[in-house]
């Protein structure tokens, strides 16, 4: 089993640095699909915000980078990767990545064909990366000037959109599910820029003055109440779920204290709570 792990990190660093040589910003991921290295804050009461800017290593897609020498200092750190994360978002291809997934039980490629034909756009000829779960990630490039946020099932069930702050899993990284890889015809191909109509529906609407006010509004009661119905085993997905709704919809700042409080009473730690609420914020994009 050493063996095998040693040679997936081997194989996982080398088409990390194959990545690099193309311009995508990697880091290593475990078998899990996250960071393989942890963040040098973990013990700390609360996490500072920190972007990498302490100058140690385990700040998760804040470490991508293509530079080769600093990619085989991460791997030599992480000697149990198996695999590889490419930062969407950084130049120079601002990379977005249309994530379709299969285990929702919906059909996210008939969602996406829905969209296109209601929003006149087709998918250009890409490069597409095959997931052991039989989902597909459809990689595009956006325009240097557009950020555009992480979001799961915003735009259609099943379609979780990588951008700014966040990563795909490189083909040839072996996860506790399988290989990805890339599909017949498409590994020799650069990633095709983003459909206009496209683009307009991954950009985040506009965000409107909100006056502070002492309770939710009743979108965020609704989202709150979800919360505190977690059972044990479904209290950090229910909190994370909770606060991507809440950013995505403008209420991030308004809704922060009350889904922390609600967490808490589910029986999660404050740090806890706080750390699964920034890790929304990071995955939706939120700039505060």
């Known amino acids: 089993m050493a063996t095998t792990d040693r040679q997936a990190t081997t194989l996982a660093l080398a088409h990390a640095l194959s990545a690099a040589e193309r311009g995508l910003a990697v880091i290593p991921l475990s078998r899990t699909k996250l960071p393989a290295l942890r963040s040098p804050h973990r013990d700390d009461p609360i996490p500072p915000p920190c972007h990498g ?38 130049p ?60 799961a099932s915003r735009l259609a069930p099943g379609i979780d959109i990588r951008g700014a702050g966040g990563y795909l899993v490189g083909p040839g990284s072996r996860t506790e599910h399988g290989v990805y890889g890339t599909a017949p015809g498409t590994s020799h191909l650069t990633p095709a820029p983003c459909p206009p109509s496209l683009l ?35 209290r950090n997905t229910r909190l994370f779920w909770a606060a991507c709704r809440a950013y995505e919809n403008g209420l991030g700042d308004v809704l922060l204290g009350p889904l922390v409080e609600a967490a808490v009473q589910t029986g999660l730690t404050e740090r806890e709570a706080r750390a699964t609420v920034a890790s929304a914020g990071r995955m939706t994009g939120w700039r505060g």
Request: hydrophobic letters at 35%; one cysteine or more.
């Open 92 to 151: 120079p291809h601002h990379l977005i990545g249309i994530d379709l997934d299969t285990k929702s039980g919906t059909d996210s490629s008939a969602a996406l064909r829905e969209l296109a034909l209601r929003h006149l756009f087709t998918i250009p000829e890409t490069v597409v990366v095959l997931t052991p779960s039989g989902g597909r990630h459809l990689w595009l490039t956006g325009p240097p000037d557009a950020v555009i946020p992480n979001s």
């Open 200 to 234: 307009r529906l991954l950009l985040p609407p506009p965000r409107t003055h909100r006056s502070t006010s002492p309770a939710p509004p009743e979108h965020g009661q609704g989202l709150v109440q979800f919360v505190l119905a977690a059972h044990e085993g479904q």
């Open 53 to 90: 800017e302490c100058g140690a290593m385990g700040h998760g897609v804040y470490d991508a980078t293509t530079d080769p020498s600093r990619i085989r200092e991460l791997f030599a750190a992480a000697p149990w990767a198996t695999g590889y994360g490419i930062a969407c978002g950084l």
